[in-house]
């Protein structure tokens, strides 16, 4: 009779051979992995893995990178892209991995997979990390941003926590503190701190916090470097200078910078309100990076440029969460996200490679990343906005060509914790007239696209065009912003190009009790659903071509957003400029607005409805302070004909007015959204 123990051991060893090994029948098969550097390394080493395989099949082959830190099973670091192929072997995409958490023995998996068999290998090694301190003393090293160090401490008892409290040494600056971390003894604790001055000596010290009672840490010196010469930091200067009217206690600027176009691309950036450097992420051209938002933990949502499964097309190919100090934490791809939505039974969102030329009436594919991505939704999980093409029949939307159309739309995904689609909405399912969208109402200032002239335009690259196909595309809608609303689990979405905000029917992703329908519930601006209790008898009430709408006060009220004012400035000549609900203008500027909305009445009635000073024709912030007074950006204000400004206000509200007085304006480069925040570990959630 055979031993149990024995038997079973033997039967799990087997069990965790088989996520292990290639079966002996696969076509693909894992040549190696292996890393830049040997096993063990100290907590903050980058260390490049690099996987190769063969196929016996054409392939393509793509490769996924899984890490599992101690105690915890695997989770997605980057998924599935395609590798090189050169002498019958596929090379994965460097996979570079900075562990930065915690020391002890990490599980490193490659899963390859050729999407067009169906096969798939994975190889999983192990990898072992040591602390960086191993005295009663915390030990502070560089990470590859001179203004970002890493703080290790040592252990603390189960049930604390430990923050770290930094402040420069000659400056009278407050000091300021990371979020508190849960401890786990026996392995250290370990710290990006960022939001430093450069060139600056810095005082650090751990605080562990039990109960009630805190703890201060032996203090430690650490001395920030230079910003590197190569890359290009906007610069900034004080229109209004901040007074006492103004939140101070919000003394850090965010700005991302717009990334597109034919002048420099400038690096994401966090400056003091006198515009000193604080903190910058950049990545190199042409891998342009749009920050979407500052997240809790430290950590950034982007969206960058950058070649993945479409080697014609690496305009916003990329989804990624970063730290401080760039690395990447998560990554996913528009490559992979096109075989997810195929999987899910999407029509619209497959890879625009594969539709012939020219297009036929139909066909339609998902072009890239756009605009937004949030991760304010529940149990960790992300949405993200994406392009998609779809050819309608020639005449839509007025065409006037005799050929077939190019239409771009949106399409709205969830994504899980490890990155893997679970619910998506696809504007063209939605298309069919009020109260959803209307696919014969165009843009309402008649916006078009021409075939990959890219996003200096405001167009994806428009693969789906060339011969056969109309010369001039629609760009539909250009939803710009997320919102998921926590008081009924829907999500809002801004679509600009239509001069409407809309709420969508997400209910958590979940269909029941009539629920969870995906259908748009309502469409709040100009010939929607609501009507404008224009209590200070404004002569164009209503918001157009808006950027970043929210619900501040965590859902409650008001929904603010950044007004461009498109519409109203430059009425519309086209099948709009007769409709009674869309009287001309002619004039004005940009406006910083909050609104209340009643759903009940179909009502909203201003709040805020004021002057910036200035006309941003695209792009743009909005955002209610801890004071009650309000920060816009005018992201892109025309100097000349080849320069464009930001400006950065913050609004004193009038009391009895639907207006307020500037306390800070701070004018810097063209930008896409920016942010107020007391430090880079407090950022606003809306």
Known sequence: ????????????????????????????????????????????TAITWTAIATDSNTGPLTFQFNVAIPGSSLALVKDYNVGTLSAGAWTAQPFVWTPTGTEGVYQIQVVIKDFNSGETASKTVLFKVDPLVT???????????????????????????????????SLSKPAATTKYLSC??????????????????????????????????????FTTGSVPTNIPIPQFTQIV????????????????????????I??????????NVLWYYYAQPPQSSVVTRPLPNATMLSLQSGTAWDPANGHLQYLRQTDLAGNIIKETNAGVISQELVAMGATDGGPCSVVPKPAPVGAACLDGFNHDAIQTLPNGQTAVLVNIEKIFPPGTQGDTSGLPVDIVGDMILVLD???????????????????????????????????????????????????????LGKDWLHGNSLYYWPQDSDIIWSVRNQDWITKIDYNNGVQSDGLGTGNILWRLGPCGD??????????????????????????????????????????????????????????GNSRGMALTVDESALQVTPVLS??????????????????????????????????????????????????????????????YRAWLMPNLYNPPIT
């Open 1 to 44: 009779m055979k031993n149990p123990n024995v038997w079973g051991r033997l039967m799990g060893l087997l069990g965790l051979l088989a996520g292990v090994l290639t079966p002996a029948y696969a076509m693909v098969q894992i040549t190696s992995l292996t890393p830049s550097l040997k096993s063990p390394q100290p907590i903050g």
């Open 135 to 169: 005295g009663s003393t915390p030990v502070m090293v560089t990470t590859a941003n001179p203004l970002v160090a890493l703080f290790s401490a040592p252990s603390c008892a189960a049930g604390s926590q430990m923050r770290v409290s930094f402040r420069p040494q």
């Open 184 to 221: 786990h003894p026996p392995t250290s604790m370990n710290f990006e701190i960022g939001g430093m001055y450069q060139n600056t000596a810095y005082n650090m010290f751990s605080q562990t916090l039990t109960g009630s009672r805190v703890v201060n840490g032996p203090t430690v010196t």
């Open 241 to 264: 200078p901040p007074g006492a009217q103004a939140d101070t206690a919000d003394s850090i600027l965010l700005l991302n910078p717009i990334q597109f176009g034919t002048g420099p």
């Open 266 to 275: 400038y690096s994401n950036v966090a400056v003091d309100l006198a515009g």
């Open 417 to 471: 914790t490890n990155w893997q689609l679970v619910w998506y909405f696809d504007a063209f399912q939605h298309d069919s007239g009020a109260p959803q969208l209307d696919i014969t109402r165009p843009a309402v200032l008649g916006q078009t696209c021409v075939p990959y002239a890219g996003p200096a335009g405001g167009c994806p690259p428009m693969l789906l065009m060339g011969t056969g196909i109309a010369p």
């Open 530 to 587: 609501f009507s404008f209790n224009n209590i200070y008898s404004d002569p164009w009430p209503w918001n157009s071509a808006q950027h970043e709408v929210g619900i501040e006060n965590s859902g409650a009220g008001p929904m603010t957003l950044f007004d461009n004012g498109n519409t109203r400035v430059s009425p519309p000549t086209g099948p709009h400029s007769s409709t009674g609900c869309m009287p001309g203008v002619g004039s």
């Open 610 to 671: 004021v002057d910036l000073g200035v006309f941003s024709t695209a792009d743009g912030s909005a955002q209610l302070l801890g004071d009650g007074n309000y920060f816009f950006l005018p992201a892109l204000v025309l100097v000349n004909s080849n320069s464009e400004d930001s400006y950065s206000i913050e609004i004193l509200p009038t009391a009895g007015t639907d207006t307020g007085t500037q306390v800070l304006n701070i004018q810097s480069v063209d930008g």
